[in-house]
């Protein structure tokens, strides 16, 4: 794995020289993991006991007659936890005891990196403390309960946008002041070096078991594979096996919100005014902001897609042309989760309806033999308020 | 010679410290920051740290937070910052000026075209918060084009190799960090933060000043006495300027009997 911090012209480490030794500190730690056997060990025994990986890959027989090609879902919803952000809390949880840090602080949006932190915590005997937005606490309950059930400590954020963007700024504040005992668990591909190549290692296996399974299934590899994109983890996550092969499609779909005529959304790359290049929370990437570099509030009916900048590595994959973007509206989405529920038996998270919604746009380019992968990066439970409240 | 080298210079002949206030440049709106700044100048302010308000001022804690959420509510953005600035100027010619802002806002301007625009607002100094010494080469560029000092963080945190690596670059004066965490008042100094003057000491011949959690006459005596040249001292006078929104004149008052206060324990 390249030790670079930057990704062509996006990443490196934009933070306050207190925190800089911290990451250092861990990214030697994360790097020599990498070739720790006895490390690797304990992480693929969680992932396989405690995770339930893999996630299966289920063939969606009535979308695909719907769309008239061959979609598979890759079923991140069925890890423990319900998303596949307990990959990645594991994995750094675990680097974190390694590195003798026995307290953890996470941000979180939707409350799945949140849940998923509290829960590794519980799992290694450690302390935890989550940050989430007031507006989020507001929209996403059960996943609060679930964080304290698991012995974690919730704190409200009341600053700013009181969403995922300002419970990231509380937590590199904690952070500041903590970082001689205190491991930063980010829960996506953003922050500054090594968080992004980290976070993306901690996700990868979801794209390896995805190729692995297409292969066996169809004995061919996908046309497409469609993913959500917040931060960019899930995406990160499954796109990056399929990176070499370049005849495979990789589509991010970002949160359109109202639609981006509005500018009430989280399209860092789909509104050429508002997602320009800059910096937030420590890295170099595509950001809302206004002309003078303040950051964007965004809008998006799924907390865990509104966030204002996106992972430096999905810049560069753009700027390479190796992946493209798109988005879906708030609307699309809800459509789409109501769609993939009746469809296929599956309540999707009100963030992979967006990349359902996006394939349910998109995939009729396809001719019948043709196989696309939806990445189902979690399940829809704690969003069931939500969709009560907009679909009646 | 730069302003800051001059001030610093004239403080030594005094057998003074200098007391280095920091506002939010807007706090709580574009006219009040600018008689505030004025008051701190009259008041014995030996040079001034001041910032730009970002929208997620990360090494900040709530005091400088909410200071922001004011200036950007009442207007402010980076243009009016640097207007702002030369009104200072016109008001004093002498005083050195140093920034404190995040790296987004220079990079949105283009990082040439803002420090020339500093430079010609009359600005000496710039400290990018979240800007460690590992990115900071494209700013010194500029810094040096247009004789700006780049001024860096020392933190409790940071090793010797850091110290060295930071010291190679840094112009001005070095900023050292108080406190293990943001900026904010605190009650009591840490034994490591005359620590950390006595570590830097030895290492750098630049004014060493100290700030984050400064907030007392005692704590400006105190970081004074373990070597530094100077106490920068932000949250206690923005706590006086949200206490008295609304009430120009209390505020003004309480800020200059602090500032004397402060000044008076560098001598």
Redesign the interface.
Known sequence: MKKE?RFGEYG???????????LEDLKKAFYKSLKDKKFNKEYETLLRDFVGRPTPLTFAKGLSKKLGCKIYLKREDLAHTGAHKINNALGQALLAKHMGKNRLIAETGAGQHGTATAIAAAKLGMECDVYMGEVDIERQKPNVYRMQLAGANVIPVS??SRTL??AI?EC??DW?????NTHYLLGSVLGPHPYPTMVAHFQSMIGKEAKKQILKAEGRLPKAIIACVGGGSNAIGIFKAFVPDKKVELIGVEAGGKGIETGKHAARFSDPELG???????TMTY?L?D?????YNTHSISAGLDYSAIGPEHSMLRDLKRASYSYATDKEALQAFKILSEEEGIIPALESSHAVAFTLKYAKKYKPKDIVIVNISGRGDKDLDIVIKELG | MSRFQKRFAELKEKGEAGFVPFVVLGDPDEETSLEIIKTLIQSGADALELGFA?????????TV?EAD?RA?ASGM???KCLELIKRVRQFNEDIPISLLL????I???GIEKFYKEAKEAGVDAILA???????TDPLLEAANKTEIDQV????????KK?LEK?LKKCSGYVYI?S????TGARASLQKRSIELIKMVRPFSKLPLCIGFGISKPKHVKNVIEAGADGAIVGSAIINIIKKNIGNKEAMLSEIKELALELKKATR
């Open positions: 911090t490196g480490q934009y933070v306050p020289e207190t925190l800089m030794p911290a600053s700013g963007k300002d700024n590199l504040r500041t002041a903590s970082c001689e320009r290049k800059g910096v937030l929370h420590g950001v902001q002309k003078f570099g303040q950051i | 970002f929208s997620d001022p990360i090494a900040d804690g709530k937070q959420q950007l953005n980076t243009d995040y790296y987004n806002l990079y949105q301007k918060a979240d800007c460690p010494v590992e990115e860096f963080i020392v933190s409790p945190t940071t090793t850091r930071i960090v406190v293990l965490g943001v």
